[in-house]
């Protein structure tokens, strides 16, 4: 159980032509994604889109802040876990 809970040492530093085939990767996926929602929930992603419109800038930001943080955790985590 305590070697699950060690992270793997990386066998080398990646290059940076790797790290940006990985954002493009990521930027994809992330578009692939919204345009299946968007497919697949128009009138869902219509109010959830009015609803964020008429949110106030301080919700907006403090979602956008947690948004941001759990992205980072599951890169973190999907990184470690590789």
């Known amino acids: 159980m305590v070697a699950l809970l060690q992270p793997r040492p990386p066998s080398r530093l ?38 964020a419109a008429h949110s106030p800038a301080d919700r907006m930001r403090l979602v956008g802040i947690v948004s941001a943080f759990i992205g980072l955790g599951i890169i973190w985590l999907a990184r470690w876990l590789a």
Do not use: C
Request: no cysteine.
């Open 14 to 51: 990646p290059h940076s032509k790797s790290l940006m085939l990985d954002l493009i990767a990521a930027l994809g996926l992330a578009l692939a994604v919204e345009g299946i929602l968007f497919a697949a929930f128009p009138e869902g992603m219509r109010r959830a889109m009015y609803e």
